[in-house]
């Protein structure tokens, strides 16, 4: 009868400590858990702060340039080029050269250029851009 309350103590001590241990363990996974769940948040905060900073530096680089522009247009030199580009003004003692919309469209930009530079060269490929470099 000794024999068996001491294994009847035995067992019970063994499943208490497996339940302790279970117990223990399934605390140990919801901290876990937790600590997972909030490294996961932070990341994502810390990844939303950062691309709205990015947003800010726009922002404030777009704020900058209308500031530049705004104080461009209040320029004299603006109010001059925009009077005489839509209004047809001019300087006293300049000329006015008026040109048919047909030969504006003919011309462009690298047209007008290109026909008075009298040593206009043809464009080199790029071996031949660096023979002429290395080769003189």
């Avoid at 996974?29 to 900073?53: D, S």
């Avoid at 500031?67 to 003692?93: D, H, Q, V």
């Avoid at 011309?107 to 043809?122: F, R």
Wanted: glycine share 6%.
């Amino acid at each position: 009868m000794a024999k068996d309350s001491a294994e009847q103590i035995k067992r019970q001590r063994k499943l208490r400590s497996q339940i302790l241990t279970a117990i223990f363990a399934s605390i140990f996974v919801y901290m876990l858990v937790g600590t997972i769940e909030a490294v996961w948040q932070n990341y994502a905060i810390n990844k939303e702060v950062a691309k709205l900073r990015a947003e800010i530096v726009q922002l404030q680089e777009e704020g900058r340039q209308v500031k530049y522009l705004i104080a461009y247009l209040g320029t004299e030199s603006f109010k001059e080029r925009e009077a005489r580009r839509k209004l047809g003004y001019k300087k006293p003692g300049e000329q006015v050269l008026a040109l048919p919309n047909s030969i504006l469209e003919e011309l462009t930009p690298g047209q007008a250029n290109d026909s008075t530079d009298p040593e206009a060269k043809p464009e080199l490929s790029n071996p031949q851009k660096w023979q002429e470099f290395i080769f003189g």
